[in-house]
């Protein structure tokens, strides 16, 4: 446990039993009495004595209002906002012995009189900040529709998305996905792509989780909230979209597969709510291509001790360029359950299914040749043409079912109990081919020099078993505590076949590298939480333990030496003949968020926590992967967790219906690890190819600070704009990764979304985002930006129906980019430079309908509600 975050947790834990205890305050939560729905910005009024006081604020984001520094007397509430019926809450009484009371939820009723003629529309913020989250309305992001979760948070001040799809929170990509409150154990990625944005209601990220919440990810949480239904009777939404760039549409000369940017997507969503019983079915399906080109400068150092090339000193150069169109299709579909017994007990089950096939094909045309400079011309006699076909497949389904009861004992306790099966089964195949170049023509008829074609299948299946309390005490405190235990089962089937050409690498006898793993990981956790309120300052405290007991088992260990003798420092004292990996290990986590409302308009808000995470399968598996031409991967059974802390620091300025988030952030990561190269010159490739494996090997630090602005602009222009500026620092062991310097760089993004209501039926929204280039553990990644707009038509004689038009990528500058380099010293041993580049100016064209939408409201609350 981090010793200075312990001593921060107990410090506080005394100082705010000591404060704060000579003033009253009367706190509550506002909410809808149908939906349970919270409230903001509704307005509290204060009377003492029945008579009325210059004192009242407004509730927050949450629903939540507090008032404080209240002598002693006898108090009424009056709560009110516009369609709801005003709510006086008399016989509050502050004392000595009562000075915090909690008036805990206040339903407020629709307003039974009816504004005919009158339609009241209020701008709600794109971004709210919690004690512990910030939340993102999904339908302010108008451009993201039609496309998927990952669309979605690509707009939002801390996510950045790369080319290739891969989301990070901060710089990382290690964070977990939540859905409705429940934890998912597939890829982060591979998820949030599967995800209809459609779908989507709100967005949390939450950095710095409290002990409720798995302790696993670097990055936090991610959780997605889904859209709710109508209050009575029958809801349905459908919706239409197709777009793409018909006037650059082309055959690929190689392949002669069709190159475009279409893209199409369908979906329908059903609610049926009556009485107690709650019915919910979605179905969705999603279609996109994306026209693009590659280019690929590799070079590698040959060795004077090590090459066998014959060039010693010399650099073994490969020029390439090519089509590399990608795609995707995804289908998902949903349905849900839920029936109320009574007011205090209800059953709720869900099940969530979802099919996506996707690829990638890079056709490149490769110039090989030995150059005395890395940049050099030729060297007499050493140019060949190679054209290199490459493709990559992954295709998979998803699935979760979870059944959830909940148990209000009293008004002050319940408890709630839920069971998650979560299974998917993700397949890829990498199929490589090598011709002697001879000009732009199709070659799939030819007899290829080289054909490897690899193959693996990493089927999971995941149980989860929660049960948590909740308590509310007299003093406005609160305690929760549960247990969360979670079994995880990964089976990886990995096959490799060289069709044509060299069946070995070097000396070794080696006839085949195929291989399965079996990974077995178990997490055993307990946490407790408490929370409450002196004065000003609100506060959660909280520690988690969790227990690891985890074993990995690998069928086959006859290539580990010879791959492994490339990373001598990553092979030293392995047994080879290890066939079983087994960690077991006792971990506590500590959580501390605090919240000072400095008056109604200023607040400040810090919180901490110590995390880890736990390596994915994919940097485990020890699968020898050809990724490309001059690549070859494989992971390390042996690797360690990495240990984090998070921290940050919120400053919020309200004025109005805008506001301003000042954020702080720091996270350091120990045990960190690192993707490591090495140059292997006696591997088929005439002037060697490299060799890619994991190690743990230093840490990494990120510090630095994020703004966000919400502005409400005369009620016709709603501004969201955030950014972020942090240092971000890899401190590698120099050894292992043969650097001889840290990898250091200052990280910036901004983001910007803007809708105007230019009249009561028609919205034009605009998004534009910039984020710097960063540094890899070995690299460098490029800028990139980007630009959309989407225009919004609702007819008023056609109520239901929506209409949109949008374009994306307006700059056309959708590339990403990068290089990564191995080091010896200050020498370069392998530089690899890439740049990716994805056609723009895609036009798509939408319909959606609504049905029962004029009397639309949410759901009852559901289970998790209580947490997000």
Do not use: C
């Not at 702080?664 to 960190?672: H, L």
């Amino acid at each position: 446990m981090n010793r200075n975050l312990t001593t921060l947790i107990v410090f506080f834990m005394v100082f705010v039993n000591a404060a704060f205890a000579q003033k009253g305050i009367i706190n509550g939560v506002i909410s809808d009495k149908g939906s349970g729905e919270k409230i903001p910005f509704a307005s509290v009024a204060l009377l003492k004595n029945n008579q009325a006081t210059s004192y009242g604020t407004i509730s927050d984001d949450a629903g939540a209002f507090k008032l404080d520094n209240l002598d002693r007397g006898d108090y009424s509430v009056v709560v009110s906002f516009i369609g709801y019926a005003t709510d006086t809450i008399n016989n509050i009484t502050i004392s000595k012995e009562n000075a915090t009371v909690n008036l805990r939820d206040i339903e407020l009723a629709v307003s039974s009189v009816a504004l005919e003629g009158v339609e009241v529309t209020a701008m709600s913020q794109t971004a709210s900040t919690k004690i512990d989250r910030k939340t993102y309305r999904a339908s302010d992001f108008e451009t993201a529709k039609g496309g998927t979760a990952v669309d979605v948070l690509d707009k939002l001040p801390a996510v950045s998305v790369n080319g290739e799809g891969t989301v990070s929170v901060r710089g990382t990509s290690d964070f977990l996905v939540y859905i409705n409150g429940k934890p998912t154990q597939t890829n982060a990625s591979d998820l949030l792509s599967q995800i209809p944005a459609n779908q989507i209601k709100d967005v949390d990220i939450i950095t710095v989780p409290g002990a409720r919440y798995d302790a696993q990810g670097k990055g936090g949480i991610i959780n997605i909230t889904t859209q709710k239904g109508a209050l009575d009777g029958l809801s349905v939404v459908a919706n239409g979209m197709i777009g793409g760039t018909r006037w650059t549409n082309a055959d690929d000369v190689y392949s002669h597969q069709k190159l475009d940017n279409n893209r199409y997507n369908a979906g329908i969503s059903l609610v049926y709510n009556k009485n107690k019983l709650a019915l919910s079915g979605a179905f969705q399906r999603q279609s996109r291509n994306n026209k693009g080109v590659g280019i690929i400068d590799p070079y590698i150092y040959q060795d004077p001790e090590n090459s066998v090339s014959g060039y010693p000193g010399m650099y073994y150069v490969l020029d390439g360029e090519g089509t590399r169109p990608k795609w995707y299709t995804n289908m998902m579909g949903s349905a849900g359950i839920r029936y109320d017994f009574n007011e205090n007990s209800v059953v709720e089950a869900s099940y969530q299914y979802s099919k996506r096939t996707s690829g990638r094909k890079a056709n490149y045309k490769y110039d090989a040749y030995f150059s005395e400079q890395s940049n050099g011309e030729p060297i007499a006699g050493t140019l060949q043409q190679i054209f290199n076909p490459n493709d990559i497949h992954r295709d998979g389904w998803f699935s979760n079912f979870s059944v959830d009861y909940r148990q209000k004992v009293s008004e002050q306790t319940n408890w709630t109990t839920s069971f998650i099966y979560e299974s998917s089964d993700l397949d890829q195949t990498i199929d490589n081919k090598e011709f002697a170049y001879d000009g732009e023509r199709y070659y799939n008829d030819d007899t290829p020099d080289f054909h490897s074609f690899q193959s693996d299948k990493t089927p999971l299946n995941a149980y989860r078993f929660v049960f948590d309390y909740h308590r509310d005490f007299d003093n406005g405190s609160a305690l929760d505590f549960g247990i969360q235990p979670q079994w995880v089962r990964l089976d990886g089937e990995f096959v490799y076949d060289t069709i044509i050409g060299n069946n070995y690498w070097g000396d070794t006898d080696i006839e085949s590298y195929d291989n399965n793993i079996d990974l077995k990981r178990d997490v055993y956790a307990a946490y407790v939480d408490f929370n409450g309120t002196r004065g000003k300052l609100d506060y959660a405290l909280g520690l988690r333990m969790e227990y690891t007991d985890q074993l990995m088992t690998v069928a086959s260990t006859e290539y580990f030496e010879y791959v492994y003798g490339y990373f001598q420092e990553v092979g030293d004292g392995r047994d080879f003949s290890q066939t079983d990996f087994e960690q077991q290990k006792l971990d506590f986590f500590p959580t501390l968020h605090l919240n000072y409302n400095m008056n109604d308009l200023n607040s400040l808000s810090l919180a901490a926590s110590r995390r880890i995470s736990r390596p994915p399968a994919k940097d485990m598996a020890p699968f020898l992967y050809r990724r490309h031409q001059e690549i070859y991967e494989m992971g390390d059974p042996l690797l360690e967790s990495e240990y984090i802390l998070n921290a940050e620091l919120n400053y919020i300025r309200r004025f109005g219906n805008n506001n301003i988030t000042l954020t702080g952030f720091y996270r350091g990561v120990d045990n960190a690890i690192y993707r490591v190269n090495r140059v292997a010159y006696d591997m088929g490739n005439p002037g060697g190819v490299l060799l890619r494996s994991y190690t743990n090997a230093g840490n990494q630090k990120a510090l630095g600070g994020e703004i966000g602005m919400n502005f409400d602009l005369l009620s016709k222009v709603k501004l969201f704009a955030g950014g972020s500026l942090y240092d971000f620092r890899v401190i590698a062991d120099d050894e292992l990764l043969g650097e001889s310097r840290d990898s250091r760089s200052t990280n910036w993004s901004f983001k910007t979304n803007a809708s105007w209501m230019i009249t009561g039926p028609l919205k034009l929204t605009v998004d534009y985002s910039i984020t710097s280039g960063t540094v890899t553990p070995q690299g460098e990644n490029i800028e990139f930006q980007v630009l959309n707009a989407a225009l919004n038509y609702q007819p008023e004689k056609l109520a239901g129906w929506t209409f949109s038009a949008k374009m994306l990528d307006i700059l056309g500058t959708n590339q990403t980019g990068g290089y990564t380099a191995a080091y010896e010293g200050d020498q370069i041993l392998l530089r690899r430079d890439y740049v990716y580049d994805y056609e723009g100016q895609i036009i798509e064209l939408g319909i959606s309908y609504a049905f029962n939408s004029k009397r639309q409201k949410a759901q009852k609350k559901l289970i998790g509600d209580d947490y997000f």
